[in-house]
Every structure is written in structure tokens, then in C-alpha cells.
């Protein structure tokens, strides 16, 4: 008996095969992405991705609830109608009305985790079309605008703008993933020039903040990175007097004085242009913690402040700082004073560098074995899972701050265990994640081998990560600084205000 299949049948049929052919399209363009050996290999499996799964419409459908697609499509016509009939000063006051990193909800994180490959065209159009208008008004010389005007608009915009900074976290070994991304950022020209580092991550900004960015490439290598080992003036009795095989301080010393040129933080800011910053951690119960860099400590030598946040209470004891005196020798910063880890106290400096740089975007790469514990996971997006999660985290924090209240006030006579509770509510308060997070794979991180001598393969390997955990981001990384990377490169151009106005004045 044959089978009769009616028209309405026929097109269900046809669109679940479609719905089939998609998903194994979407299952071998993922295939792909895991084999990339570049970026440039991994967007265009990302972009394949995207068409066989049908985000790549989505990107090209401007209407969403996430954003405010019409207010950002009229400001984009707006654009483009004084770019079309040369009106400059329309354009100028235009751009003056404001710009804004976030204007309309378009930096949401939400607009980026729907597709592999970027996000709505229109965002990416609009970015694109301020910048070209500011480069433009920048090289306009018969618009009658004077260049106390446009070095005034490229200052304010930049105020109100904001800056970016790349924050490496602590982690031990797991460290040398910051040097994967590093790398990405670096490959696509995309490294911000405010770079902060705690612990494991004060070395690799450091290594960042004292070379120019043609020198990375040599030495961002495993090879490179390697603690080389001296066993022989290491005793096995010395070694076994610890739970777990650790790197001993002296060889850390050296691998630090041979990655890290001498140099303190106002000339690395000269060798680099980078802004580095650098946290250590108190060791005495009254102290504060500090951000070292060029502006608050310019003289401190960049590798004591390394061998100081590198100090783990436990493994190694705390460091003094030294600094350079004005006759060119070195001289202890602040003496009397050790310090230690800094991310115990101050992991992800976000306040800090905001009151120092006007930063207000924040591009994380996170392996902090705490931090990723603490962290609530990503792929949770269950509204009541996510409220339970918040719960615990507050009441665990309000009994965290009455243990502390408690040991201040009635732990005098042991102040060690005092400083020990301080610490320990210091590493729980912290928040840990910023505008844009770099997350290690599920599992890579394990905390009792973050002080394990790790082999050459097994750092590859974390680097490796490192660089494919930033592939996935470098598109929300560009859109999202691409209008600050401008007005920084301008204002680099351009005069300062009050020397432009000077110019105004005696040009005919």
C-alpha cells in the first residue's frame, strides 16, 4: 500500500532534514575550530559555524532585545549623512554629543555568546564609522576647525571614553597561560597598554612591560620559560622537607633577573610604552597593599617588585623592595618592610587602575585556583540557579567579614593568626572578573601542582590554552577598544590643548 504524503508533511519533512544537514554542519565546522593552528584558521571556522547554524543571519538581523538597535542605527545614519555632504562642523558637533563604550547596551557580553564569530553587523558598522570620522576631522585641514578644537573633542572623548587594561591574575605555574594570551592579543595588535599583574602574573606583565612587542615572540617560548634547574646546590633533605616538590627561591631569583632586564618602572614605561603595574601584599598586620608602577613608585626596579608578589606565604618568605637612589644605585624602598603575594590581597586591581588611568574596561585572563572556584559558571544561565548561587556567596561573605570583626578585636595576643584570618577574608572579598574574561578549559587548572616544576610539554601546552581560550574573545576585544585605541593614537598625533591653542594663535 503506497504512502500518501500531503504538501504541509512535505515541508516539515524538508525543514528537519535542513535542521539535520545544519547540525552536522555545525558539528563538523566545531571539529574545525578545535583544530585551528591560527586565528586566522579558527574565524574562518568560526564564520562556517555561524552559517551552518544560522547565527550568521542573526548577526545580519539588526532588531534584538538585548540592545537598542534603533537608537544606534539613527546615530550611524547621522554619521553617514555629514560624512556625505562634507559637513564637518555637523560631523564635529556630532561626535561631541558624546561617546560612549556601551552606548544603547551595545557591550553587553550577552551580544557576543550567541554567535562563534563576533556579533550584531550593525555594532561592528558603527564602531567602524566613528573612528573613520575621527580620523577624519583629524586629518581635515580646510574644515575651519582649529586644532585647539580637535585636540580639546580627542581629550574629552577620551575622558569620557575610558581606557582598557589586560589584568593577569595569579596561579602559579598555571601562569604561563597569561603568556598564550599575551600572544593572541599581541598577533592580532590588540594589547592594551595599561597591563596589571598579581603573583604569577606579575612576572608575565613584567616581561610584557620591559621589551618591545617584536621582542615577545622570542621570548614567549616553553623553552624560554622554563626555571632551569641547578640540582646541585639543591639537597634532596632540603626538598623533603616540604609536602610537595616546589621550585626553590634561588632559582626563581634567577629565572626572574634573566627574563626581566634591570630596569625600574619609569624606564620599562620608556623601553615599552606599556604601563605596568605590579601588586605585592603587605606582610605586617597594619599595612595596606600597593599597586607599584611608574606614577606611585617610578624608581622601584621592576624585578624586586616581581620577586615580592611572587612571594606564596608558605613556600617563600616575604621580599624587600629595592629601588634606585639619584645616584643610579640600588637602595632598599621603604626599609624594614617585606612584602609578599599579591593576589592575596589585591588579585584583579580594578579600582586602583581606574582612579590612576581612567580605566573602566576591564580585559581579564583569570587561573587563580580560587578565583575559578569562587566564579560563578559561566554556562549557568537558569535565573534561580544563578540567585542561590548569589545567596550563598553573600552569607558566606557577611560570616567571612564576623570571623574578621572577631579576630581584630579579640586576637591581640596572636597576631599571626590575626593576619591569617585578615588574609584569608581578603583572598574570599576579592572579585575576580571583569568586562571580558579569559577562562583556562574546565579541569586544567589544579591547584596542588601550581608550584610542580612542569615540563617543557606540559608548558606548551598551557600556553597553547592560553592563546585558544583568547581566539574566542578577540573579536568582543576589538570592537569593544577599538574607539579608545583610536582617540589614543590621535592624542598621540596631536598637541595638547593649551599647545594647540598656542599653535591657533600664531598660525595666519
Request: with cysteine; hydrophobic share 40%; proline share 5%.
Amino acid at each position: 500500500m503506497s504512502r500518501v504524503i500531503s504538501k504541509g508533511s512535505r515541508i516539515d519533512l524538508d525543514k528537519t532534514a535542513d535542521s539535520r544537514r545544519s547540525r552536522r554542519a555545525a558539528t563538523v565546522d566545531t571539529h574545525a575550530l578545535d583544530a585551528a593552528g591560527s586565528y586566522a584558521e579558527w574565524a574562518r571556522a568560526a564564520m562556517a559555524h555561524d552559517e551552518a547554524s544560522g547565527m550568521a543571519r542573526w548577526r545580519d538581523t539588526e532588531q534584538s532585545r538585548i540592545y537598542d538597535y534603533a537608537a544606534i542605527r539613527a546615530r550611524l545614519e547621522q554619521l553617514r549623512r555629514y560624512r556625505n555632504a562634507h559637513d564637518d562642523h555637523g560631523l564635529f558637533y556630532a561626535l561631541e554629543e558624546g561617546i560612549h563604550g556601551n552606548m544603547g547596551g551595545m557591550g553587553k557580553p550577552e551580544l557576543y555568546a550567541r554567535s562563534r564569530f563576533g556579533t550584531k553587523r550593525l555594532i561592528t558598522d558603527y564602531i567602524q564609522a566613528i573612528c573613520d570620522s575621527l580620523e577624519h576631522l583629524a586629518a581635515c585641514e580646510q574644515s575651519g576647525i582649529g586644532i585647539a578644537e580637535k585636540a580639546d573633542l580627542f581629550e574629552r572623548a577620551s575622558t569620557c571614553f575610558g581606557r582598557s587594561a589586560l589584568l593577569l591574575s595569579g596561579g602559579g605555574v598555571f601562569g604561563n597561560f597569561h603568556a598564550g594570551v599575551v600572544k593572541a592579543l599581541v598577533d592580532q595588535q590588540l594589547l592594551p597598554s595599561i597591563i596589571s599583574g598579581s603573583s604569577a602574573g606579575s612576572l608575565m606583565a613584567a616581561i610584557v612591560g620591559t621589551h618591545t612587542s617584536e621582542q615577545l615572540d622570542t621570548i614567549f617560548t616553553p623553552a624560554n620559560l622554563q626555571i632551569e634547574t641547578h640540582r646541585e646546590q639543591v639537597s634532596l633533605a632540603r626538598r623533603s622537607r616540604h609536602l610537595f616538590p616546589r621550585f626553590d627561591r634561588d632559582e626563581v631569583v634567577r629565572h626572574i633577573d634573566r627574563l626581566i632586564p634591570d630596569l625600574t618602572f619609569a624606564e620599562a614605561l620608556d623601553v615599552s610604552g606599556i604601563r605596568l603595574n605590579i601588586s605585592v601584599s603587605a606582610s605586617e598586620l597594619n599595612q595596606n597593599s600597593r599597586l607599584l608602577n611608574a606614577i606611585t613608585s617610578p624608581n622601584v626596579y621592576v624585578r624586586s617588585a616581581v620577586m615580592a608578589s611572587c612571594s606564596v606565604p608558605g613556600v617563600f618568605p616575604p621580599s624587600m623592595l629595592m629601588a634606585k637612589n639619584r645616584q643610579g644605585q640600588p637602595q632598599a624602598y621603604l626599609p624594614g618592610r617585606r612584602w609578599f603575594d599579591g593576589s592575596l590581597s589585591d588579585d584583579i586591581p580594578a579600582q586602583r587602575l581606574g582612579r590612576l588611568y581612567g580605566v573602566n574596561h576591564y580585559i581579564v585572563s583569570q587561573v587563580n585556583p580560587f578565583a575559578l572556584i569562587k566564579s560563578q559558571p559561566e554556562h549557568i544561565r537558569f535565573a534561580p540557579a544563578n540567585e542561590l548561587l548569589q545567596f550563598c556567596h553573600r552569607s558566606a561573605l557577611l560570616a567571612a567579614r564576623s570571623w574578621q570583626n572577631i579576630a581584630n578585636r579579640y586576637g591581640r595576643r596572636w597576631p599571626d593568626a590575626t593576619f591569617a584570618v585578615n588574609s584569608l577574608v581578603s583572598v574570599f572579598a576579592q572579585e575576580y572578573r571583569g568586562d571580558i574574561n579569559i577562562l583556562p578549559p574546565v579541569g586544567m587548572v589544579k591547584p596542588w601542582r601550581g608550584m610542580q616544576r612542569p615540563s617543557e610539554q606540559q608548558l606548551l601546552a598551557i600556553i597553547d590554552a592560553g592563546e585558544r581560550a583568547t581566539w574566542p574573545r578577540i573579536e568582543m576585544i576589538r570592537n569593544c577598544t577599538q574607539i579608545g585605541r583610536t582617540l589614543d593614537a590621535l592624542l598621540a598625533r596631536f598637541p595638547s590643548k593649551r599647545a594647540a591653542a598656542a599653535r591657533d594663535e600664531v598660525s595666519p
